[in-house]
C-alpha cells in the first residue's frame, strides 16, 4: 500500500495550493483519509478528514480548506485558499483500515504517505 501526496509548493499568503494523494495498492472508500501536517519545531497536527462524504476540520482551518475525495481515481484532495504564513508545514495524507468515520486522531491512521512540503510566505 502506497499513499503518495503532491501538489505542495511556494505560494504567497492569500494565496491557494491544491493537494493530492494518490492511494495505491488497496482502496480506502469504506474507510477514513485525513490531512495532517507538522511545522518546524512543531508537533504533527491534525487538518481535515474525509469519511463517506462526511468531512471534519481543525479550527485553524475552517472556512479555508476543503477536504474531498475521487473514489473512481482513489485520490484524496486538500484545497487550500486564504493561505497564511501559518499554514507552512510539510503536510501529509494519511488512510485508516481502522475507523470509518472521520477523526482527528493519528493513532487511528495506519497508513501515511511521505509528505509534501507547503511554504507560505508574507
Known amino acids: 500500500v502506497q499513499l503518495q501526496a503532491s501538489g505542495g509548493g511556494l505560494v504567497q499568503a492569500g494565496g491557494s495550493l491544491r493537494l493530492s494523494c494518490a492511494a495505491s495498492?488497496?482502496?480506502?472508500?469504506?474507510?477514513?483519509m485525513a490531512w495532517f501536517r507538522q511545522a518546524p519545531g512543531k508537533e504533527r497536527e491534525f487538518v481535515a478528514a474525509w469519511s463517506g462524504g462526511s468531512t471534519s476540520y481543525a479550527d485553524s482551518v475552517k472556512g479555508r480548506f476543503t477536504i474531498s475525495r475521487d473514489n473512481a481515481k482513489n485520490t484524496l484532495y486538500l484545497q487550500m485558499r486564504s493561505l497564511k504564513p501559518e499554514d507552512t508545514a510539510i503536510y501529509y495524507c494519511?488512510?485508516?483500515?481502522?475507523?470509518?468515520?472521520?477523526?482527528?486522531?493519528?493513532?487511528?491512521?495506519?497508513?501515511w504517505g511521505q509528505g509534501t512540503q507547503v511554504t507560505v510566505s508574507s
Open positions: 494519511a488512510a485508516s483500515t481502522v475507523i470509518a468515520s472521520t477523526s482527528n486522531l493519528q493513532t487511528f491512521y495506519n497508513y
Open positions: 495498492g488497496r482502496t480506502f472508500s469504506r474507510y477514513a
